[in-house]
């Protein structure tokens, strides 16, 4: 029996078949000068990890900075990086800069971690709760720190 071999049917890329529908051709056509933007942004400042490239719109470049210090910075440095986009493209008449900080709940949490103490500091904060009256609520933590303490 014969292995079977994969039908070639005219196999297209996936550009290809992006730039055969007018609607998605000229989405992915806003999307690829959309990317050529941030690669220009990122080479222009050393910024560009707290800001990204959100939209061209009438020739106004849309920037998201992830805080207020970042798009301070790029509002003062606005009118050179209009330049630099204008060497690339005619079309860039401004920029406009909003506040848009990244949603960090969409990471997964981390473990909790516990204390990790070495035996001398357990004897030196055993020490320090046997030196304190059996009330106190310092005793009581130091006591649960090391009690719980890998």
């Not at 730039?19 to 051709?25: E, H, I, M, S």
């Not at 900075?65 to 204008?86: C, E, H, M, S, Y």
């Amino acid at each position: 029996m014969r292995p079977m071999q994969p039908v070639q049917r005219g196999a297209r890329s996936l550009a290809a078949c992006l730039k055969a529908d007018a609607g998605l051709a000229r989405l992915t056509g806003h999307a690829d000068r959309l990317l050529r933007m941030q690669r220009l942004l990122e080479a222009a400042t050393p910024l560009s990890s707290g800001a990204r490239i959100a939209n061209l719109k009438s020739g106004n470049i849309v920037i998201h900075a992830a805080n207020g210090a970042v798009a301070a910075k790029l509002k003062q440095i606005a009118p050179t990086l209009v330049d630099v986009f204008r060497s690339e493209t005619a079309e860039v008449t401004g920029i406009e800069i909003r506040v848009q900080p990244r949603i960090r709940g969409l990471t997964k949490p981390g473990k909790p971690r516990h204390a990790t103490l070495g035996e001398n500091q357990k004897r030196g904060l055993t020490s320090l709760a046997d030196s304190l009256s059996e009330e106190s609520p310092l005793r009581a933590a130091i006591t649960r720190l090391v009690r719980t303490a890998a």
